[in-house]
């Protein structure tokens, strides 16, 4: 794509007249973030976890 | 914060990486305007656009650690909106069973006049054209991998997409 092309379609972007994203999305994608976080650092806790601790087979 | 607003995408990405939220925060911050306008260019409906672009943030946190800095974080982001936007209107209009049914805005009179002409050109434009221009503009797609995507030769590609441009050219210019 040359600047000419690029400068153009960038017209046509700022053309449609968005409004920017308001704060509300923002939150809610920082909330998703946050928990997609906590719910790694808990399945790498639970992955840490030595598979004996839940080893429950008894002997016969 | 403020410091982090002065880090280039690599530096953010590395410390999002190393779990720093607040980095993530000023790369949202950096590029959410541009990725909703691309968003909205591909499926021409606002409420869906916003949709569309909380799915795209959270695949980039997602995904993020398989960007290899071998482009532009730009290009990365672009190209992860717009296969995301695509394969949306894909589904929608496999489900819809016609394109036509797929919800799209009419601009209001409050918006500037360039910016209803810009809409109805878009809306005119068929799903397959405007695919091909998503591809070439916003994912920065090759020739190549557009003629495979929509089943043509590579020169009936570059065929649709210069007159494309010239129809676009000359609606921008009217």
Request: glycine content about 2%.
């Amino acid at each position: 794509m040359n600047d000419d092309e690029q400068h153009l379609f960038e017209h046509v972007l700022d053309s449609l007249a968005i409004p920017e994203p308001d704060k509300t999305m923002k939150t809610q994608i920082m909330k998703a973030v946050y928990f997609l976080t906590v719910a790694k650092e808990v399945g790498a806790f639970h992955a840490s976890i030595p598979m004996t601790l839940f080893d429950d087979s008894i002997d016969e | 914060m403020p410091a982090h607003e002065h880090f280039t995408d690599n530096d953010l990405i590395d410390a999002i990486n190393q779990g720093d939220l607040a980095s993530f925060e000023v790369l949202y911050d950096r590029y959410s305007g541009k990725v909703l306008k691309r968003c909205y260019f591909i499926c021409l409906h606002l409420e869906t656009a916003r949709d569309l672009m909380q799915e795209v943030w959270v695949k980039v946190f997602l995904h993020l650690h398989t960007f290899k800095k071998q482009s532009a974080f730009s290009s990365w982001l672009y190209r992860l909106t717009t296969n995301h936007c695509l394969n949306y209107l894909k589904s929608k209009a496999h489900s819809e069973a016609l394109a036509g049914d797929i919800p799209i805005d009419e601009p209001s009179q409050d918006n500037p006049a360039a910016s209803i002409e810009v809409h109805h050109l878009l809306q005119k434009l068929s799903l397959e054209d405007r695919t091909i221009l998503a591809m070439k503009f916003l994912g920065e797609y090759s020739y190549e991998e557009i003629a495979a995507n929509c089943k043509i030769g590579v020169s009936a590609a570059k065929m649709r997409v210069s007159r494309l441009i010239t129809r676009i050219r000359e609606e921008v210019k009217s």
